[in-house]
């Protein structure tokens, strides 16, 4: 191993004491410098633009939680669509077309399956009727 084999890392670490010290140095200033005027606006939460009302602390149903799971779980299944569009031509190409179409016909049939299971138990009926029907309310 050479003698200068760290040395190589010196620019890496100028760089990161270089960063980390600006970064550290317009937070200090900002705060040091920055007038201070709370008013009862910049005091206020803001989401979205609304005025909020109710309990910060009030209780979600598990609905809402299962559709945020259910459309995370679907948009990554989503995405697994792009690469094979992007590689439809050369399979076509290399004369492997029919094999890469059925190969997401299956792909797109196991979401399907999925999706109407999910329909099925009635997970994405938000409706008043499915909420008394459940007990959930």
Same mark, same amino acid.
Not at 20 to 26: E, F, L, S, V, Y
Not at 111 to 114: F, H, K
């Given at each position: 191993m050479p003698?200068?084999?760290f040395a190589r890392y010196l620019p890496l670490l100028i760089h990161? /004491? %270089?960063a +980390? &010290?600006?970064?550290?140095?317009?937070i200090l200033l900002s705060w !040091? !410098? +920055?007038e201070r005027k709370p008013t009862r606006a910049k005091l206020s939460p803001y989401e979205c633009g609304m005025t909020p009302v109710g309990d910060s602390r009030q209780r979600f149903s598990v609905q809402f939680y299962l559709v945020a799971m259910l459309f995370i779980l679907f948009d990554v299944e989503a995405v697994f669509l792009y690469p094979w569009a992007v590689i439809l031509r050369s399979l076509k190409a290399h004369g492997e077309g029919l094999f890469g179409l059925t190969e997401? %016909? /299956?792909y797109i049939g196991i /979401? %399907? /399956? &999925?999706f109407f299971y999910v329909w099925k138990k009635g997970i994405l009926d938000w409706g008043p009727e499915a909420l008394r029907r459940r007990g959930d309310r």
């Open positions: 003698d200068n084999y990161s /004491v %270089l +980390g &010290g600006i970064a550290t140095a317009i !040091l !410098l +920055g997401m %016909l /299956v /979401v %399907l /399956v &999925g």
